[in-house]
């Protein structure tokens, strides 16, 4: 395992992403959801992203289970705002922000949060600025030691890297989703605000598994929300569409030549772009932890695959993207 900065932390390039095993992607199994988690520690993984409103707190809970005893070790990242009205400027004031943030401190059963990160805002609300203050006062009072902002849109992003003190974007950024690579994650670079990539896999398109007859549960968001009906429609599938993504997938299917399945390639094609910190795919068994991990030890993708790519998704897929991104 690598390691990447993020602020004063080094985290590993490959981290992992709680929303799968909290809710919203079908049955979970807590079982399998705890051994998966350990198997990823024991790997070297030493940091993991979640929210507040996956399964209502509960792969927060699950978390401070698995991290118990290994809280000065392993980083945890936590999101607030979505438990209320996003578009109401009280869901971000300082009795809120204060609100949230305790609450998520004691599922966890942490005294502070490694990154706090505002979730999937309206850009209005960033642009009022409040937020931030709020966010500075509890980093200076010890109970956030980052925060940063998880993003829908290139734009927001650009503007997130305005405000001084924010230390990490996370961002959708996968083979169907390439614009953040044109000017996001460069100019993050630069200012040294790490970028935590989200939907590496396209919500499972790339890993090449699905079919036109492929279906989903109903608690899966996959199934209920494949058109943003609940919400941004860039948070399913990248906002394509399943048949159409489950064309171009197949389309895809020559970058395992050479580096075992589409999951590791996609995986390894993310690791090797500039300005990306870590990358965090979901996960639900201990097989698809390994299955992940196994995209470290696959070669990168030469000069002209990167171009191929690059030009299958300005012809091939920016067309049929749906929503602001």
Same mark, same amino acid.
């Given at each position: 395992?690598?390691?990447?900065?993020?602020?004063?932390?080094?985290?590993?390039?490959?981290?992992?992403?709680?929303?799968?095993?909290? =809710?919203?992607?079908?049955?979970?199994?807590?079982?399998?959801?705890?051994?998966?988690?350990?198997?990823?520690?024991?790997?070297?993984?030493?940091?993991?992203?979640?929210?507040?409103?996956?399964?209502?707190?509960?792969?927060?809970?699950?978390?401070?289970?698995?991290?118990?005893?290994?809280?000065?070790?392993?980083?945890?990242?936590?999101?607030?705002?979505?438990?209320?009205?996003?578009?109401?400027?009280?869901?971000?004031?300082?009795?809120?922000?204060?609100?949230?943030?305790?609450?998520?401190?004691?599922?966890?059963?942490?005294?502070?949060?490694?990154?706090?990160?505002?979730?999937?805002?309206?850009?209005?609300?960033?642009?009022?600025?409040?937020?931030?203050?709020?966010?500075?006062?509890?980093?200076?009072?010890?109970?956030?030691?980052?925060?940063?902002?998880?993003?829908?849109?290139?734009?927001?992003?650009?503007?997130?890297?305005?405000?001084?003190?924010?230390?990490?974007?996370?961002?959708?950024?996968?083979?169907?989703?390439?614009?953040?690579?044109?000017?996001?994650?460069?100019? /993050?670079?630069?200012?040294?605000?790490?970028?935590?990539?989200?939907?590496?896999?396209?919500?499972?398109?790339?890993?090449?598994?699905?079919?036109?007859?492929?279906?989903?549960?109903?608690?899966?968001?996959?199934?209920?929300?494949?058109?943003?009906?609940?919400?941004?429609?860039?948070?399913?599938?990248?906002?394509?569409? $399943?048949?159409? =993504?489950?064309?171009?997938?197949?389309?895809?299917?020559?970058?395992?030549?050479?580096?075992?399945?589409?999951?590791?390639?996609?995986?390894?094609?993310?690791?090797?772009?500039?300005?990306?910190?870590?990358?965090?795919?979901?996960?639900?068994?201990?097989?698809?932890?390994?299955?992940?991990? /196994?995209?470290?030890?696959?070669?990168?993708?030469?000069?002209?695959?990167?171009?191929?790519?690059?030009?299958?998704?300005?012809?091939?897929?920016?067309? $049929?993207?749906?929503?602001?991104?």
């Amino acid at each position: 395992m690598k390691y990447r900065q993020l602020g004063d932390l080094q985290v590993s390039e490959i981290s992992f992403g709680t929303w799968a095993i909290g =809710g919203s992607w079908g049955k979970v199994d807590d079982k399998q959801s705890l051994l998966a988690l350990d198997a990823a520690m024991e790997a070297g993984v030493n940091f993991f992203d979640t929210a507040d409103v996956y399964g209502d707190g509960h792969s927060e809970r699950l978390l401070a289970q698995a991290t118990k005893g290994r809280e000065d070790k392993i980083h945890i990242a936590t999101k607030f705002c979505r438990a209320g009205d996003i578009h109401d400027p009280a869901t971000y004031s300082e009795a809120s922000v204060r609100a949230y943030c305790e609450a998520s401190l004691k599922r966890l059963e942490r005294e502070r949060l490694d990154l706090y990160q505002i979730h999937c805002p309206p850009l209005s609300i960033l642009k009022e600025g409040h937020v931030f203050g709020v966010l500075d006062k509890l980093v200076e009072e010890g109970k956030v030691r980052h925060y940063g902002v998880s993003v829908e849109s290139v734009e927001e992003g650009l503007f997130c890297l305005e405000q001084p003190n924010v230390r990490a974007l996370q961002v959708i950024v996968n083979i169907f989703r390439q614009k953040p690579l044109e000017q996001l994650l460069g100019e /993050a670079k630069r200012r040294g605000v790490a970028i935590l990539v989200r939907l590496p896999l396209a919500s499972g398109l790339l890993t090449g598994k699905f079919t036109p007859q492929s279906t989903f549960e109903e608690g899966d968001h996959r199934r209920f929300n494949e058109n943003g009906e609940q919400f941004n429609v860039g948070e399913t599938f990248a906002g394509l569409g $399943f048949a159409k =993504g489950v064309e171009l997938a197949e389309q895809l299917r020559w970058i395992a030549e050479g580096r075992e399945s589409m999951t590791r390639a996609a995986l390894r094609w993310l690791l090797d772009q500039e300005g990306v910190t870590c990358v965090i795919p979901g996960f639900r068994n201990v097989g698809q932890v390994e299955d992940n991990l /196994a995209a470290l030890n696959v070669p990168s993708f030469t000069s002209a695959e990167q171009q191929r790519l690059r030009q299958f998704y300005e012809e091939q897929v920016k067309p $049929f993207i749906r929503g602001s991104y």
